[in-house]
């Protein structure tokens, strides 16, 4: 059984940074994508960010040159450096991998970032 536990996450104040990681444990051997979901109040999900197995990245375009996204698939660990936070970035943000083979997706329980003067 696959668990994702994201770590990190809390309150900056605007223009501050924080950085989110999360670490994937059971059968991980078939993960191809993973990343970074954020879901803020009244909003959709959106996809934040994402790795794949082979080292491409993707970024929404509202956080590109400001967040990093790193990590190793084939070890279930990804992580996500937030800088130049704004309070447009608060939300709650969420763990994701996606499996290429089994087709499976995953998600962790969720960590809020608040950016607030």
């Known amino acids: 059984q696959v668990q994702l536990v994201e770590s990190g996450g809390g309150l900056a104040q605007p223009g501050g940074s924080l950085r989110l990681s999360c670490s994937a444990s059971?059968?991980?051997?078939?993960?191809?994508?993973m990343g970074w979901y954020r879901q803020a109040p009244e909003k959709q999900r959106e996809l934040v960010a994402s790795?794949?197995?082979?080292?491409?990245?993707y970024y929404g375009d509202s956080v590109k040159g400001r967040f990093t996204i790193s990590g190793d698939n084939a070890k279930g660990t990804v992580s996500l450096q937030m800088d130049s936070l704004q309070p447009e970035d608060t939300a709650v943000y969420y763990c994701?991998?996606?499996?290429?083979?089994?087709?499976?997706?995953?998600w962790g329980r969720g960590t809020q970032v608040t950016v607030s003067s």
């Open positions: 994701n991998a996606n499996e290429r083979h089994r087709m499976q997706t995953f």
């Open positions: 059971g059968s991980i051997s078939d993960f191809w994508v």
């Open positions: 790795l794949t197995r082979g080292g491409s990245k």
